[in-house]
């Protein structure tokens, strides 16, 4: 999304940078994995393939995505901008999306949320918590840029119904567990609400570089 392509959310523990050409490789090879394009109901890719899903990302409207980094090591933290250099060296965690489907005015538009924490050693670690806080703090801001904000009341998320922690995960985040799509093996969740605190937000600058 153009929105957010010079973005970058800051938090003590994770960092939102947008998705740009120098992750493409990385997030690649997460991508041979089988559990995770399970996980993430993905296709496999060839590498030019995923630079064009990249270059696709960055430029539609219906697709808010993130790359998430470990923000526990950065030191540059102070001003209203960062700069590519200060974050390169930051290890790369995986990803969180939103996808806007339909148009705002419709009955049925809603904007379904996704997170995928990729590397091993960072699961179990609130870190989905974390990045998914910031994304939907950010996405439902009044602030933010066009076409953004998107009520929260549309906000949406779809999970394998054997993924407890997911699930547990988004019940946290106020959202309700509202189908169960047998015949795909997924769970519809919505939000609500319901028994959550407000969510986190982040520190937003402007990307140079």
Known sequence: MRANENTVIVHPDVILVPYRTEHVAKYHGWMTSAELRELTASEPLTLAEEYEMQRKWQTDDDKLTFIVLDGTLFTSAEGTSVTAESLCALPMIGDVN??????????????EAEIMIAEPAYRRRGIAHTALQ?????????????????????????????????IRLFEKLGFTLTKRVAVFE???????????????????KTLRG
């Open 98 to 111: 939103l996808f806007l489907k339909g148009a705002p005015d419709e009955a049925d538009f809603e904007v």
């Open 134 to 166: 910031l994304m939907l703090s950010y996405a439902t801001e009044p602030a933010s840029p066009s076409p953004l904000p998107v009520m929260r009341e549309r906000l949406v998320a779809r999970i394998g119904d054997k993924n407890e922690p997911s």
């Open 186 to 204: 997924e769970v519809e969740l919505r939000y609500t609400g319901a028994n959550h605190a407000p969510w986190v937000s982040g520190s937003i």
